[in-house]
């Protein structure tokens, strides 16, 4: 149940119509090239991402598109376990109600 939640979330967004747009960079060249080498391989998985190539002033002057991958659903679905530093009110709080203390020597 959880499963199929986390899927419905992260796995409803399907590539734009940016990617529709550039696809013919991906189909020339890189595609065949890095599945040739076995660094990527075809997938229907529905943990897959958009993937598209960008291409601006820094990836044209090195003659290369750079690739992009959309985590931005992944992102959405995830929830940041956060554990804070305390913060002073939050210790005096803990203080206020404790009865012995103690204090150590670090130098020794």
Same mark, same amino acid.
């Given at each position: 149940?959880?499963?199929?939640?986390?899927?419905?979330?992260?796995?409803?967004?399907?590539?734009?119509?940016l990617?529709?747009?550039?696809?013919?960079?991906?189909?020339?060249?890189?595609?065949?090239?890095?599945?040739? %080498?076995? @660094?990527? $391989? #075809?997938?229907? !998985?529905?943990?897959?991402?958009?993937? /598209?190539?960008?291409?601006?002033?820094?990836?044209?002057?090195?003659?290369?598109?750079?690739?992009?991958i959309?985590?931005?659903?992944?992102?959405?679905?995830?929830?940041w376990?956060?554990?804070?530093?305390?913060?002073k %009110?939050? @210790?005096? $709080? #803990?203080?206020? !109600?404790?009865?012995?203390?103690?204090? /150590?020597?670090?130098?020794?």
């Open positions: 149940n959880f499963q199929n939640k986390i899927e419905k979330k992260i796995c409803s967004d399907l590539p734009n119509a990617w529709k747009r550039k696809q013919h960079v991906v189909d020339i060249f890189y595609d065949d090239n890095l599945e040739s %080498k076995a @660094l990527i $391989q #075809k997938s229907r !998985s529905p943990w897959s991402y958009t993937t /598209f190539y960008v291409n601006k002033n820094s990836e044209i002057e090195r003659g290369t598109p750079r690739l992009v959309n985590y931005k659903p992944f992102n959405k679905a995830l929830k376990i956060r554990y804070p530093i305390p913060d %009110k939050d @210790l005096l $709080q #803990k203080l206020h !109600s404790a009865f012995i203390f103690s204090k /150590f020597n670090m130098k020794s």
